[in-house]
C-alpha cells in the first residue's frame, strides 16, 4: 500500500527502551532513578536491545533515516549500542532520564517540580550528545505523559520540538481535559498548555496520527497499538493524517523480541505482551513498505515544516 499525499512526510521514530520502562514496571519498581539496581535480581533482563541491530536493518533495507528517542539511562549503561544508530546516520533524541512519568496519570498532579523536570531532562540531554557527538533537539515524554508545563522547560533548555501528544477517545496521558484545536498537525503550543496557540515559538509539537471512524478517534502512530490491531489500522490513520500534514510513526526494538518477557513481580497487564516478535516485526515492515517513498527524521523537517 502507497500512503497519500506523497508531499508530506512521515517522520519514522524508535523508542529505545526494554520493557521495564513500561508504567506497570516503573510503578512495581518504585523508583525515579535508574532502574538498573532494581533489576540485579533478574538473569538477562534486557530484551529491546539484542534487537536493536534487527530494527537498523529494517531502515537500512529500506535506505530509510530515523529519529531514535533514547532514554539516557539506558543509553549510558549500553553506549555501544547507541553509536551504532549514530553511525548509521540516524538522529538521537531524548525520551528522558530513566523513562518515569512526569506526572501521575490518574491525579494529574506531577511527580517532579518543573526545575526537576528540567534539571533531569538538561542532564539527560547532556548524556545523549556526549554518547552521540552530537546536537540533540528533539524530545518525547516518557510513556507520553505529557504537559504544558514541560513543553515550556524543553524549550527553555533549547529543544527545538516534542512529539508526544496523542489526539484519540481511548485515553487521555495529558494533565489537559481537551486539547483546543490540536489533531495531527505539527502546531505551536500556547505557552503553560499544550493547545494550539497564535504565537510562534521555539518549540514545535508533532502530535501523533489517529484513525477516524465517526467519532471515535483510535491511536495509530504505532507502539502497542501496531503490536494489538494490526498493521492496517496503522497504515488506515497514517493515510488520514497525512491528508492534513506531516505525521509519524513509531515502535520499539522489543517489540520484536522472541524471548518470553520475564516478570519477576506481580504483573498487573501481562497482555501488554501477548503480541510481539516475528509477527510484530511483519507487521513493522508493512508499513514501513506503505511509506517508504516518503519518510523522514525530526530533523530533516523540524526548520521546514510548514505552521497552518
Not at 518504585?30 to 541491530?53: C, F, I, K, M, N
Not at 529500506?62 to 555501544?80: C, G, H, N
Not at 510513556?143 to 529543544?159: H, S, T
Not at 500556547?190 to 502530535?207: N, S
Request: with cysteine; glycine share 8%.
Amino acid at each position: 500500500m502507497t500512503l497519500s499525499p506523497p508531499e508530506n512526510p512521515v517522520v519514522v521514530s524508535v523508542d529505545v527502551e526494554d520493557w521495564y520502562h513500561g508504567p506497570t514496571a516503573a510503578a512495581c519498581f518504585g523508583t525515579r532513578h535508574d532502574v538498573a539496581p532494581a533489576l540485579a535480581s533478574v538473569p538477562q533482563p534486557e530484551r529491546g536491545l539484542p534487537y536493536l541491530e534487527a530494527v537498523l536493518g529494517l531502515l537500512a533495507e529500506r535506505q530509510m533515516r530515523a529519529t531514535f528517542f533514547w532514554v539516557a539511562e539506558y543509553a549510558r549503561r549500553f553506549p555501544d549500542a547507541l553509536r551504532r544508530c549514530v553511525a548509521a546516520g540516524h538522529e538521537i533524541a531524548c525520551h528522558g532520564l530513566t523513562h518515569f512519568p512526569k506526572f501521575n496519570p490518574a491525579t494529574k498532579q506531577p511527580n517532579f517540580t518543573p526545575a526537576e523536570f528540567k534539571a533531569r531532562s538538561g542532564d539527560a540531554r547532556k548524556i545523549l550528545e556526549d554518547l552521540a557527538g552530537r546536537r540533540v533537539i528533539g524530545y518525547r515524554a516518557p510513556n507520553a505523559y505529557i504537559a504544558g508545563w514541560m513543553l515550556d522547560a524543553l524549550e527553555e533548555l533549547g529543544f527545538a520540538y516534542d512529539s508526544s501528544v496523542s489526539v484519540n477517545s481511548l485515553y487521555n496521558k495529558t494533565d489537559e481535559p481537551q486539547l483546543t484545536g490540536v489533531d495531527t498537525r505539527p502546531y505551536f503550543p500556547a505557552r503553560g498548555t499544550l493547545r494550539r496557540g497564535a504565537e510562534r515559538r521555539g518549540l514545535i509539537e508533532f502530535p501523533w496520527p489517529y484513525f477516524q471512524l465517526g467519532g471515535l478517534k483510535i491511536q495509530s502512530a504505532g507502539g502497542p497499538y501496531l503490536r494489538f490491531f494490526g498493521s492496517s489500522l496503522v497504515l488506515a490513520g497514517l493515510r488520514q493524517s497525512l491528508r492534513r500534514g506531516p505525521t509519524i510513526f513509531y515502535f520499539h526494538p522489543v517489540d520484536i523480541c522472541r524471548e518470553p518477557i520475564p516478570l519477576p513481580f506481580s504483573w498487573k497487564r501481562p497482555m501488554m505482551w501477548w503480541f510481539k516478535g516475528d509477527l510484530v516485526r511483519h507487521r513493522i515492515a508493512r508499513v514501513l513498505d506503505g511509506i517508504r517513498r516518503q519518510t523522514v527524521a525530526f530533523d530533516d523537517i523540524v526548520g521546514s515544516v510548514k505552521i497552518l
